[in-house]
RNA sequence: GUGGGAAUAGCUCAGCUGGUUAGAGCAUCGGAUUGUGGUUCCGGGGGUCGGGGGUUCGAAUCCCCUUUCCCACCCCA
């Protein structure tokens, strides 16, 4: 094994490359805050039990995605995959029951032991918002109001879409199972190895298979719409209802489910064509079980996640690096000059650098390349005067300043 | 976990059916230009051809193993 490669699935993000993911994960945080929402910061590992039991027995991320291990304490431990069952034990432990609705964002790494692909790593990075302890769909709303605000802001409303499904309550989702399974087992010689699996762990996943043979089948099952309880249809028809009055397109996919066991009634993703078979951008739904079948208080919730690099990939405008003003000593003698003036300078708040070394045209050729506006140029002449040249690197002006004015010249150039 | 493609300089890539010292563009460094950047011109450095083994007089090129990335499936952000 070559040493001097990052493990499997990571990745190093350089500088260039950070700017864009602070710049969505920067967003996220804005737009979370102008619905209500506060940063909360869960460790990245939790005790194994915290996502083995509320992930379900039967989905992909716990059976075989994990990554866990036993600490020298001999606690099982497991890098957290996602982000909603540590906030929903923290809201747990941490007592804030008491403060309900409660509205939370976070962000941070997220691990999964997964097979790489361009927009899927075993380490990567999620934003994401939860909203406890609202049972009416005015909260799914706001959640998804909130998503789409978010991609809005970050110019990417052309290239997703919000496609939405209903999972109906307990009651309604067992009903439907029932009647799904009957369906199929008729047809079980005829479904694709995957889907014989899925009939047995996790039929309604077999609804969204890309199998042809699986399709033709799925096409004549029974629709989820005909086992909806009458309070599932209702929360339904008022979500949809407020998603229009809120402003948020959104597509129905009677066929979009979620593999996380958690979910009840709402489902959804924003979903681009942009990204191959990775296309999902931020997803989620509702848990209205969540926090009772941890052990905590019944509380309702719902709230969604975003992939950071996923995003980061789309995003057109990256925010730029902030442009230095170069100070550019002429001599040894200046160069103690230049050392005082720099720190000037970064007192008063412009961010300066000084080259180290290399001839006057050297210094000036680095100077461009780190993108200064502008030029201070320590000349014996002007500071025998006790001033200097400051240079407009766009314009390539230049005009003689006293030191003791510099600073605000300088703030001139914004 | 299953199936397929790829890996050559910091980056993007040439290198035909195995044949001398492995190339280009960009980037980098130096010079033209020791009080002035962007353009231009000249020159330099940089590679165990992903790693290991094999076939051969001879392997970047063919074979096997391995690592990583990419594509699809599974699943998901």
């Given at each position: 094994m070559p040493a001097l490669q990052p493990v499997r699935g990571t990745h190093d993000i350089l500088p260039e490359e950070i700017l864009r993911h602070r710049h969505v994960e920067e967003v996220a945080r804005a737009t979370s805050a102008l619905y209500g929402f506060a940063e909360i910061e869960t460790p990245?590992?939790?005790?194994?039990e915290v996502f083995a039991r509320t992930l379900?027995?039967?989905s992909d991320v716990v059976t075989k995605e994990m990554y866990t291990f036993e600490d020298r304490g001999g606690e099982r431990l497991t890098l957290r995959p996602e982000n909603t069952a540590g906030v929903a034990r923290a809201f747990i432990s941490g007592g804030l029951s008491q403060r309900l609705p409660l509205k939370l964002f976070y962000r941070g790494p997220m691990f999964r032991y997964e097979r790489p692909q361009k927009g899927r790593l075993r380490e990567f990075h999620q934003v994401g918002v939860e909203l406890f302890?609202?049972?009416?769909?005015i909260a799914d709303v706001e959640v998804i109001a909130l998503g789409d605000q978010f991609l809005e802001t970050l110019g990417l409303k052309h290239r997703v879409r919000c496609e939405l499904n209903t999972l109906g309550d307990m009651e309604s989702r067992r009903a439907y199972r029932e009647r799904l399974v009957a369906y199929l087992r008729d047809f079980r010689d005829r479904l694709s190895e995957d889907s014989r699996e899925r009939l047995e762990r996790?039929?309604?996943?077999i609804l969204d298979s890309k199998d042809e043979r699986d399709r033709a089948i799925v096409a004549g099952a029974p629709a989820m719409d005909e086992a909806m309880t009458d309070d599932a249809r209702r929360f339904f028809d008022a979500l949809r209802d407020g998603l229009e009055r809120a402003g948020v397109a959104y597509v129905p996919n009677p066929r979009l489910v979620r593999g996380l066991d958690y979910y009840c009634h709402t489902v959804f993703e924003f979903i681009?064509?942009?990204?191959?078979?990775?296309?999902?951008v931020l997803a989620g739904g509702r848990y209205d079980g969540l926090v009772e079948q941890m052990g905590g208080p019944a509380t309702p919730g719902v709230g969604w996640a975003a992939g950071v690099e996923r995003l980061a990939m789309l995003v057109e405008t990256a925010p730029e690096p902030t442009r230095p003003v170069a100070v550019i000593p002429f001599s040894a003698a200046g160069a103690a000059k230049g050392l005082e003036i720099t720190q000037m300078l970064r007192r008063a708040g412009i961010a300066a650098d000084m080259g180290y070394s290399g001839n006057l045209q050297k210094r000036m050729k680095r100077a461009d390349k780190l993108g200064a506006r502008a030029t201070v140029l320590l000349g014996e002449d002007e500071l025998s005067r006790g001033a200097v040249s400051v240079r407009?690197?766009?314009?390539g002006t230049q005009e003689e300043v006293p030191i003791v004015g510099l600073v605000d010249r300088l703030a001139a150039f914004g």
């Open positions: 990245i590992f939790e005790f194994t379900g027995d039967t302890g609202v049972a009416d769909p996790n039929p309604l996943r681009t064509t942009d990204l191959g078979a990775q296309g999902t407009d690197m766009a314009t």
